[in-house]
């Protein structure tokens, strides 16, 4: 069979010494992960090998010998590196040797107690040790150590790499008795501003985690719990936001540290995201409070609202008479534009008594966006929602009216033929009325069918008054759940440090020579853009669409009332 | 060694089979499509511009003319980088995997490699493409459940669509480094 030696690209240039990894049968493949320098004692070396493996839980043995020969080959050097397969049993003995500073190595195994002295064909396979080490292998697998066997060949390479990280500590400016030759072997890499980070982030953490207590025991207090406030805060999509913002906040702030990746990862982007929340926040709040903007908002605030109302008026004006040539019952037209005109009135007033206080609150409310983009998005959505409330209102009786009359009339049609609706089977049974029940019902019948044009025109009327508003808002929350839920740090991670997020491996070709074994490099495959936002997209609160396009027709036809958005906690319907 | 050989694509254009073998267990098969030509290119310009002449001449707004040559410029560069394909390249290498490698024409290359423990053979399989019938070439992946059963088709040279005659010689290259896997293990067990 074919053996396979993974090569670290840092030893190339090493001095001759023997070569250290891990040897995984079942794929007939050496993962070398060092180079041990002359001059050394066997037994310390087996002794320093049985300490790593018992720290890293990777079996890692003597592979082989590695000569590097600046001038010819020398013989007794082979020889020498051939007596040491005898020292350091290990099945096959891997021997490679490069001349001078070509570039084809020879390589050649040692099979001592094999039956079938064939030559089998050798792989040398190039990998950037660093990259190897550093990276992580999606989709992950993060098993417990059992099922890593039965996983992708390379994510085994991957993975043996990574775990040996405490090999990888000693340089060569330590004072051992095993001099090695690996990645960090010319002094081991650190960053002054990630320690300083580290050391800061505790007290920081622990100063978070006393604030953010503080604060969710007063939110939990019994006061804010009555009915009025309860039903208010779960209406209002700001206090929605910013329990999920707090949510965010004590996750970062946990003292636990990350066990793996993906919770690493996910702090991090939390974090990032609520960073570029702020900063676009403030932005926001400085550009509205240069030149006193929000003063300006809030005098054109009330002016349109009366503009609204005075377009609904017109609307309704038209409704009454003969709205697009068609041709209204009278009676019913004059009571519900009557009342709806009356409605608006009532609003208008309502509008008109807040009004000198409205510069005060909007600018006290604008000063909340210093809490993030997203909340002062939210708080613009409730403004919204708070305007146009009297179009909502419309809806409901709109809705209301429109849907008693479509069961009337489906219950008064099943009268006309003769059936009725059976509660308890859940199904339309044939029944025999009495004379007078068939007479009034069929009178009923009528009267709701004459009806019909005029209601199933306002309805349509307001429902698209209602659609309207509902899309602006869907809008805004579409971008309030994009903040929300984009992996900042995933994607710079991406674009920086692609080797970090490795969807696979791709192997380049490198120049042959006859008679030498096949040299491939291996270079890390990064995941893409798409596969990075999906893979580590943050969960968020709301979940959309939530009916179908057809249960959505369904539902307008019949007059029910649409709930657009639906948070994951609600449960009334 | 490296050998070239001209086919055509199932569309009638012409495209060149490149078969390298790297060592006796690894082959590389490259199917290069026709270059963008100058002819093309310079057509589709001419006829933006012109149209765009054609507007601004009747409204009167030189901002039709600098939103033609931007749209041209956009429109090249995401046609050589997103959908022009020059090569695609097929690199079989027994008991590690095969590597499936586009490259487009502004040099970008997207890979795949799928280890050899996944794959479950090299096959050649008919589909029905709006009234023809064409033949493609598609690696089988194992199912890890089912030993028998096929979890996945990764259809192979999708943008040159080479016809059956192209398409056989890259099937007898890489059956024969895949029937080398199968008699390997056994051989070697016999110790």
Request: aromatic share 10%; charged share 20%.
């Amino acid at each position: 069979m074919v053996l396979k030696v993974f090569f670290p690209s840092c030893c190339s240039s090493a001095d001759s010494g023997i070569l250290i990894g891990r040897w995984i049968s079942e794929q007939n493949s050496a993962v070398i992960l060092a180079v041990v320098h002359f001059p050394f004692i066997p037994v310390q070396v087996k002794q320093y090998l049985g300490e790593v493996q018992r720290v890293t839980k990777v079996s890692v043995s003597v592979l082989g010998s590695w000569s590097n020969s600046k001038q010819e080959k020398e013989e007794s050097l082979s020889e020498f590196l051939e007596d040491l397969g005898t020292i350091f049993c290990h099945e096959p003995w891997i021997q490679i040797s490069k001349e001078g500073d070509s570039k084809f190595w020879s390589c050649s195994t040692l099979q001592k107690h094999s039956k079938n002295p064939q030559k089998e064909e050798i792989i040398l396979v190039y990998y950037d040790q660093r990259k190897v080490m550093l990276s992580h292998m999606h989709p992950s697998l993060d098993t417990a150590g059992q099922g890593a066997e039965d996983a992708s060949k390379l994510s085994a390479i991957f993975d043996t790499v990574a775990r040996s990280q405490v090999l990888f500590m000693t340089d060569r400016y330590d004072e051992g008795p095993i001099k090695l030759t690996h990645w960090q072997s010319d002094g081991v890499e650190a960053s002054i501003i990630v320690e300083l980070l580290k050391q800061a982030s505790v007290p920081a953490c622990m100063v978070l985690t006393f604030l953010l207590s503080l604060l969710s025991g007063i939110c939990r207090s019994r006061v804010l719990k009555f009915w009025p406030l309860s039903f208010l805060w779960s209406k209002l999509s700001t206090c929605e936001q910013l329990g999920h913002r707090l949510q965010h906040l004590q996750i970062i702030s946990s003292n636990k540290k990350a066990q793996n990746q993906n919770q690493l990862m996910r702090k991090a982007n939390i974090f990032m995201s609520l960073l570029i929340d702020v900063a676009l926040g403030i932005l926001l709040m400085s550009w509205l409070y240069r030149k006193n903007r929000i003063g300006h908002l809030a005098d054109t605030l009330i002016p349109v609202a009366d503009h609204v109302a005075e377009e609904l008026q017109d609307l309704l004006q038209w409704l009454m008479g003969a709205p697009a040539g068609l041709k209204m019952n009278r009676a019913l037209d004059q009571v519900l534009g009557r009342f709806f005109l009356y409605h608006i009135h009532l609003w208008i007033s309502y509008i008109h008594l807040l009004s000198p206080f409205i510069e005060m609150i909007l600018w006290y409310v604008g000063l909340s966006a210093c809490l993030g983009l997203t909340v002062a998005l939210c708080i613009l959505s409730d403004i919204i929602a708070l305007l146009t409330f009297h179009i909502y209102c419309f809806y409901v009786y709109g809705a209301r009216l429109y849907c008693l009359k479509i069961y009337g009339l489906s219950s008064l049609w099943r009268l006309f033929r003769g059936k009725k609706w059976n509660m308890l089977r859940q199904r339309v049974d044939s029944c025999s009325y009495d004379l007078d029940q068939l007479f009034i019902g069929t009178l009923l019948f009528t009267i709701l069918l004459f009806l019909l044009p005029t209601t199933a025109l306002y309805y349509l009327v307001f429902t698209l008054l209602r659609l309207l508003v509902v899309i602006v808002q869907g809008l805004i929350h579409l971008l309030v759940d994009l903040i929300d839920s984009l992996p900042l740090y995933s994607l710079i991670l991406r674009l920086c440090r692609s080797y970090r997020l490795a969807a696979g491996v791709k192997f380049r070709v490198l120049e042959q020579q006859d008679g030498k074994p096949l040299r491939l490099l291996m270079q890390i495959n990064p995941l893409s853009y798409g596969g990075v936002v999906q893979t580590y997209r943050l969960p968020t609160y709301s979940c959309y669409p939530r009916d179908s396009w057809a249960s959505l027709c369904k539902k307008l036809f019949l007059g029910e009332l649409i709930y657009p958005w639906k948070h994951k906690e609600d449960k009334q319907n | 060694m490296a050998e070239e050989r001209r086919f055509r694509s199932a569309s009638g254009v012409p495209i060149a089979l490149r078969q390298r073998q790297h060592s006796a267990s690894c082959r590389e098969l490259a199917v290069r499509g026709p270059r963008l030509q100058l002819r093309s290119l310079s057509a589709a310009t001419s006829a933006v511009w012109l149209a765009a002449y054609g507007l601004f001449a009747v409204s009167e707004n030189s901002m039709v003319l600098s939103a033609a040559i931007f749209i041209t410029l956009i429109g090249l560069i995401i046609y050589l980088h997103f959908v022009k394909i020059d090569q695609e390249s097929l690199l079989v290498i027994g008991s590690l995997g095969i590597q499936v490698t586009s490259s487009y024409a502004s040099g970008k290359e997207s890979t795949t490699f799928i280890e050899m423990g996944q794959v479950k053979d090299v096959v050649i399989n008919e589909a029905i493409h709006m009234q023809k019938v064409i033949y493609y070439l598609c690696i089988l992946l194992r199912d890890p459940e089912d030993p028998q059963g096929v979890s996945e088709v990764v259809p192979l040279f999708q943008s040159s669509k080479p016809r059956l005659d192209c398409l056989i010689e890259v099937y007898k290259s890489c059956q024969e480094i895949l029937e080398k896997r199968k008699t390997g293990p056994q051989s070697s067990e016999i110790k």
